[in-house]
Nanobody, 124 residues
Framework: QVQLVESGGGLVQPGGSLRLSCAASGSILSLNLMGWYRQAPGNERELVAVLTGGSSTNYADSAKGRFTISRDSAKNTVYLQMNSLKPEDTAVYYC??????????????????WGQGTQVTVSS
């Protein structure tokens, strides 16, 4: 079973920066999608940024120009660099990774895993 471990959240002042990390571990054969979502109190979970096919990216309008999603394929890790943070960016951030797990020539299955969430608070 693929597990995700997130890190990098915290308290930052408006205009500051944070970098979130999400490392995937397990019998991973391929990764098809790596993304970040967030959920603020009283709101639904929303997409922040997603990376598919290794290089295609898509950002929420609120994230464009300020956030950058990237991956380290050797480490099965996805990052979210967040700059010019605003109070409205305050939320719990979750990573989502989809792909295929298994053992070559034995079995494989699709997986869709979520991280445990990391709190990002933007406040002075």
């Amino acid at each position: 079973q693929v597990q995700l471990v997130e890190s990098g959240g915290g308290l930052v002042q408006p205009g500051g920066s944070l970098r979130l990390s999400c490392a995937a571990s397990g019998s991973i054969l391929s990764l098809n999608l790596m993304g970040w979502y967030r959920q603020a109190p009283g709101n639904e979970r929303e997409l922040v940024a997603v990376l598919t096919g290794g290089s295609s990216t898509n950002y929420a309008d609120s994230a464009k120009g300020r956030f950058t999603i990237s991956r380290d394929s050797a480490k099965n890790t996805v990052y979210l660099q967040m700059n010019s943070l605003k109070p409205e960016d305050t939320a719990v951030y979750y990573c989502n990774v989809r792909g295929t797990e298994g053992r070559l020539f034995e079995y494989h299955r699709n997986f869709d895993s979520w991280g445990q969430g990391t709190q990002v608070t933007v406040s002075s």
